[in-house]
């Protein structure tokens, strides 16, 4: 693989260069600004998983940065993994404290993340529309089903987990979108996808410190 290779998968790039995708990269700060918000929400609280999910948030936006700028494969690899690393850092989060199973067998659980979503992107795939957000259509299935899972034993977060599948949702379909309707809009809607997704993600942590801060209050 040629790791410096360009990669023009966007509408809004039309050639080569840093600066081809300004609008892109500029909506990275969307990332930076939900960490921000969150750091300041999370820090003092003893929630450690929580502040290492607002660390990742800003790492997504650096790397999507990186990725809208370089658009290189090297790029695309410090794009994914940050987005790689909260998936499973929250699904943790969620088997440790949302069903109170002890570190080994929520580390198993978390593990079913690889199978689960080996399983399901071949039955997305058939769903052409998807196009290049298939890869992460199998994210807001599982939120959406660990919501349902939750209902009777914490509503709240059930509701808020419900919100969050939802804001990925309309999130994801802008960026399903950027390319068909390239030509009725140049710019793309890419950029939509960075702003929802980032309160979306900071929205994620949120339901996590106010479930973390009920548990508490409710034991006294």
């Not at 570190?103 to 979503?117: I, S």
Request: proline share 6%; glycine share 8%.
């Amino acid at each position: 693989m040629n790791w410096t290779q360009q990669i023009d998968g966007y509408c809004e790039r039309l050639e080569p260069g840093l600066w081809a995708e300004p609008i892109n990269a500029l909506t990275n700060a969307a990332f930076l600004v939900a960490a921000w918000v969150m750091w300041r929400r999370v820090r003092g609280q003893d929630l450690p998983l929580a502040m290492a999910l607002v660390i990742t948030l800003a790492a997504i936006g650096i790397g999507s940065a990186l990725f809208h700028t370089f658009a290189t494969p090297w790029a695309a690899v410090l794009d994914v993994a940050p987005i790689a690393i909260f998936v499973l850092l929250f699904i943790l989060g969620a088997n440790l404290h949302f069903w109170n199973l002890s570190l080994w067998p929520a580390l198993g659980v978390t593990a079913l993340f690889f199978p689960y979503a080996v399983l399901t992107l071949p039955i997305l795939q058939k769903l052409e529309w998807l196009g290049s957000s298939t890869g992460y259509a199998p994210i807001p299935v599982l939120i959406a089903a660990y919501a349902v899972a939750l209902a009777r034993r914490a509503p709240t977060t059930a509701w808020n987990l419900g919100i969050g599948a939802a804001l990925l949702v309309v999130s994801l379909t802008f960026r399903t979108v950027d390319e068909p309707l390239c030509g009725a809009w140049p710019i793309g809607t890419h950029f939509a996808w960075h702003c929802l997704n980032a309160l979306m993600l900071g929205w994620m942590i949120e339901l996590y410190r106010r479930h973390m801060l009920a548990g508490r209050a409710a034991r006294g």
